[in-house]
């Protein structure tokens, strides 16, 4: 006698997983935990009084949905020059697991929900400045990486925009402190993203993306770029002592900037793509140590 109720096989269930983690791939949960971070500071830095991890929470669930949501649609947008490149060829879109369709109703559903959980459970400035941020990202910064390598300076707005998220679900207002957190996420970015260029450059021009200046051939131009906004950085990271940051700040802050300075330096005399590797990695250490410090003095 036959079954009239098939029951689901392992197969099914192993589908279903499957496309559960290529959901989850699409909202870059890697780039998501330095948002997290980031916002994390913003509020922390921004609080008054008794600290309220409730309003930290709502501000951290609110973002991360905006932040997954911008991610998959930005995947949407690129999916067919993902497919171009080696390194983005495996994700779920260019890849095939994922319909377009998909990926554009999951984006927005996400972006959607963020932004009014943040208006709701937060603040309407939080909500925002996260609707604003995912805006600018993908109509202003995605299109542009194919026209311009000026993206990265109009990407790193966007890209800063996150502490200003934190600092609004905890103040509900924007002050001086806030904008000098924003500058020193802003010229992070350059090293940041400038080394991955380098890294993947040719990929990129693959994919008919715009990074990298044209005339830049021996990327000299570029490693110069590297090494000035880091220099600026670094200094910038020291304009608390002219205020109230003490000696303990100056310290850590300096070590952390003689580090990424290190790094860049060697940089600056060799095209070697094992060093633009190495400046992405101290820069991924560097922002951490400068804003658990800017935390740790506050407290």
């Known amino acids: 006698m036959g ?21 989850y791939t699409l909202t870059k949960p890697e780039v998501n935990l330095l ?69 554009f109703w999951f984006g927005t559903v996400l972006s959607i929900a963020g932004g009014l ?7 309407a400035l939080s909500a925002l400045l996260a609707i604003a941020t995912l805006l600018s990202y993908l109509l202003i910064y995605t299109p ?19 502490a200003l998220i934190g600092w609004a679900g905890a103040a509900a207002s924007i002050n001086r402190s806030a904008w000098f957190l924003f ?13 991955i ?16 200046p044209r005339f830049d051939l021996d990327s000299r131009f570029t490693r110069a770029e590297i090494f000035a906004f880091t220099l600026i950085l670094v200094v910038t990271t020291m304009l608390p002592l002219a205020v109230h940051a003490g000696v303990i700040y100056w310290l850590a802050v300096s070590l952390a900037g003689c580090y990424l300075l290190y790094h860049v330096a060697k940089l600056m005399r ?30």
């Open 35 to 103: 948002i997290l971070m980031t916002t994390s500071a913003g509020y922390y830095l921004a609080s008054r009084g008794p600290f309220r991890i409730g309003g930290l929470l709502n501000t951290l669930i609110g973002t991360l949905l905006v932040a997954s949501g911008t991610a998959t649609l930005n995947q949407w947008l690129e999916r067919v020059w993902d497919g171009q490149m080696h390194r983005t060829a495996s994700r779920p879109l260019p890849s095939g697991r994922l319909s377009a369709r998909e990926a």
């Open 144 to 162: 542009l990486k194919r026209k311009t390598p000026l993206c990265t300076l109009l990407g790193a707005f966007p890209g800063a925009a996150p």
């Open 270 to 299: 060799s095209t070697s793509k094992s060093l633009a590797r190495r400046v992405v990695h101290a820069s991924v250490l560097y922002l951490p140590v400068v804003l658990a410090t800017m935390m740790v003095y506050k407290a």
């Open 197 to 212: 260029a380098l890294l993947y450059r040719e990929d990129y021009a693959r994919a008919g993306y715009r990074m990298l």
């Open 117 to 123: 959980y943040l208006f709701l459970a937060v603040n």
């Open 183 to 195: 500058a020193i996420l802003f010229l992070w970015q350059f090293p940041h993203f400038l080394a």
């Open 3 to 23: 079954n009239s109720h098939p029951i689901a096989t392992p197969v099914s269930m192993q589908t279903i997983q499957g496309k559960l983690r290529d959901y």
